[in-house]
């Protein structure tokens, strides 16, 4: 009879905790879709917005990414960090649009993403696959699984914060 109390407990205890958590939605949107609720078409915003945003890395569009990116913007490169160690580097707003201005990709294409919207904030997660512009041989290519943050400041998305979540693998 206890262990039946405590299982029942621990059921409403657990249904509490999924009442408590916070509004948010989880999409991946096709381009032609219709957005319906609010969430969804700030969903469909911060997606291309994204694509946006990859289409000026590719062209080395220091220019338009500086306007997107704020102060305190931070790229962190490399799975290293998931697992206790070091990350491959850590860019800042700076020293990323200086890598990004020599213009090191031919492409760099979205796949797997999903948008996570919490009000103002939106969490992007998924994959993209690059090929280097001047690249050796057997690193033409890569991929990197990310999480992305962005914030809606002013009216205006900004692009906040990258972290590899894993790779680069080749």
């Known amino acids: 009879?206890?262990?039946?109390?405590?299982v029942v407990i621990w059921v409403l205890v657990l249904a509490g905790t999924g009442l408590a958590q916070s509004k948010r939605i989880s999409t991946t949107l096709a381009p032609d879709s219709k957005a319906t609720t609010p969430d969804a078409r700030q969903a469909e915003?911060?997606?291309?917005?994204?694509?946006?945003?990859?289409?000026?890395?590719?062209?080395g569009d220091v220019a338009y990414l500086s306007t997107i990116l704020p102060d305190d913007f931070t790229f962190t490169h490399g799975d290293g960090?998931?697992?206790g160690g070091a990350p491959i580097r850590v860019d800042t707003k700076s020293s990323w649009l200086e890598?990004?201005?020599?213009k090191p990709y031919?492409?760099?294409?979205?796949d797997s993403v999903k948008v996570e919207m919490h009000g103002d904030i939106a969490i992007t997660y998924g994959r993209y696959v690059a090929k280097n512009r001047n690249a050796s041989a057997g690193r033409e290519q890569f991929s990197v699984w990310f999480e992305r943050v962005y914030a809606k400041r002013d009216?205006?998305?900004?692009?906040?914060?990258?972290?590899?979540?894993h790779g680069p693998s080749y």
């Open 1 to 6: 009879m206890r262990i039946r109390w405590v």
């Open 45 to 59: 915003e911060v997606l291309a917005f994204e694509r946006q945003m990859e289409a000026a890395v590719v062209r």
């Open 81 to 83: 960090w998931t697992t």
């Open 99 to 102: 890598s990004v201005g020599k």
């Open 106 to 110: 031919l492409s760099r294409d979205l």
């Open 155 to 165: 009216g205006q998305w900004q692009y906040v914060s990258h972290r590899t979540v």
